[in-house]
């Protein structure tokens, strides 16, 4: 009669087993440990300037912010009959003409990552403020689209907005990481003559 015999556990697999165990323990317990707020990433969203939480801030024309590990700032708002179409738009279709009543509201910025995780900006997170109602950016005006920034990387970008005349111009930029800004106020492009 054949005999069976029992294989004996691998020690080796058993060893694999419990690394792969205590890597992914402690990869979960520095996930805790940098989250804050339920699993939102204490470092994301728009923060005030001690790092806390996504809070809702508004600022000038001019005023640099923070939000989600970098620095924006919008340099001019104004509106503009003839708008500057950016160099490399989100969408390169014509750009549609304005209705009547219409123009075009403008705006220059910069963001610049000042820390040592890669952001990312997208100016399309940028809507206009026509009396309560938020207008998305019209993308054939706007550029470029989304970048990730480096550490110690800049990015010029212009947005553009279609609403009615008069408005005193107003938006909002709410990053996907959560919070917003309210950025207000008229300025021109430095070395353009006119008044806004």
Known sequence: M?????ARPNKRMLRLVAVVVLVLAVAFGVRQLTCSDGGTPASGGT????GGTPVEMSVGVGEPFTVSGMAVVITSFYPAEVPTRPRWPVDTSPPPGLASGQVYYQAFGRASNDGDAVVR?????FSLDVGGAYAEAEPTLTGPGPRSLL???TFDFIVTFRGPAGLTPKMAFRPPSGGTVIIEGLRLPEGMIGSP
């Open 2 to 6: 054949a005999r069976i015999t029992r």
């Open 47 to 50: 923060t005030n300037p001690d």
């Open 121 to 125: 900006i997208d100016p399309l997170h």
């Open 151 to 153: 550490k110690g990387a």
